[in-house]
């Protein structure tokens, strides 16, 4: 496909975004032909402008909010992140990046700080491969300004020395882990404890993000969801981000508020074209009455 119609396909679920307020809500999971994509802010204090082949696609993004996914015809894409309320593109904070979206893949553009603090963007593949019945997977993602850090379950290193940006994929059985990041050989937690699910054919995704000198340090989790093994596991896409934030408390609050409205907004059309119709066949009636 044309690089002109990727475009068109982009900016027009990107108007969708935000027309919802870039709000994450749940999608399909994608086909053999098309890209699943979604974004995560994770530099902090840094509203910003994401550019996608030159065009705005979301507008005044905020720290700690998930926009997607995306349902996008396989190719490269060149994205660039800038200022709020940039002209145009050409002075872009991170970037220009070009990502190679394949056909049939989850993906995850993260914007965020590398190790030293500077501005950086990172594209994840989601992992969907099956998962056994009655287990989940439990992927776990550096994104933050810090150095190496260990993943503690129960107080017990289950992943070490994650360095940004690398990330830990483990299947577990489903339930809820107390997990909490600490700097690499030790226990303290600089981030966490926080109880976060493990369910059944769902890829849960932790981010750690944020500035561990600024102390601006945050947890975000995203679903990848029809991972099941058994005939039963139905793909849903990604589900939304739950972060130790205001703002991205707010965010999800909001994903429940804007798919109610979606779904008032829908009711009230249906309400109002039936309105309509009874009018106009009111008015039909009373004329043929009349002539």
């Known amino acids: 496909?044309?690089?002109?119609?990727?475009?068109?396909?982009?900016?027009?679920?990107?108007?969708?975004?935000?027309?919802?307020?870039?709000l994450a809500l749940p999608a399909q999971a994608a086909t053999d032909d098309g890209a699943s994509l979604s974004v995560l802010h994770g530099v902090p204090d840094t509203p910003v402008?994401?550019?996608?082949?030159?065009?705005?696609?979301?507008?005044?993004?905020?720290?700690?909010?998930l926009a997607g996914p995306l349902d996008l015809p396989a190719g490269s894409y060149s994205v660039a992140i800038t200022a709020p309320d940039a002209a145009d593109a050409s002075e872009p904070v991170i970037g220009p990046v070009d990502l190679r979206l394949e056909g049939g893949t989850s993906y995850t553009a993260v914007a965020h700080l590398d190790a030293?603090?500077?501005?950086?963007a990172t594209l994840f593949t989601n992992s969907t491969e099956p998962t056994a019945a009655g287990a989940g997977r439990l992927t776990v993602r550096h994104v933050a300004a810090a150095p190496a850090v260990d993943v503690l379950a129960?107080?017990?290193?289950?992943?070490?020395?994650?360095e940004n940006p690398k990330e830990a994929v483990l299947d577990l059985p489903a339930g809820?882990?107390?997990?909490?990041?600490?700097?690499?050989?030790?226990t303290e937690p600089v981030l966490g404890p926080a109880d976060v699910t493990v369910a059944e054919?769902?890829?849960t995704i932790a981010y750690a993000w944020g500035s561990l000198e600024d102390g601006t340090l945050a947890l975000a989790t995203q679903t990848v969801e029809?991972?099941?093994?058994?005939?039963?596991?139905?793909?849903?896409?990604l589900s939304g981000l739950a972060a130790e934030s205001p703002s991205s408390t707010a965010t999800g609050v909001a994903i429940t508020v804007g798919a109610s409205l979606v779904a008032l907004l829908v009711?009230?059309?249906?309400?109002m074209a039936a309105r309509s119709w009874r009018e106009q066949h009111a008015h039909a009636g009373r004329d043929n009455r009349s002539a």
């Open 1 to 22: 496909m044309h690089r002109t119609a990727r475009r068109s396909v982009a900016i027009a679920g990107a108007t969708s975004l935000v027309a919802l307020g870039a």
């Open 49 to 65: 402008d994401v550019w996608v082949d030159g065009e705005l696609t979301l507008d005044d993004f905020q720290p700690g909010d």
């Open 116 to 120: 030293a603090g500077a501005p950086t």
């Open 154 to 162: 129960g107080g017990e290193a289950v992943v070490t020395s994650l």
């Open 176 to 186: 809820t882990v107390s997990a909490s990041v600490a700097a690499a050989g030790t």
């Open 201 to 203: 054919g769902v890829n």
């Open 226 to 237: 029809g991972l099941h093994s058994a005939p039963s596991g139905v793909p849903a896409g």
């Open 267 to 271: 009711v009230a059309a249906s309400v």
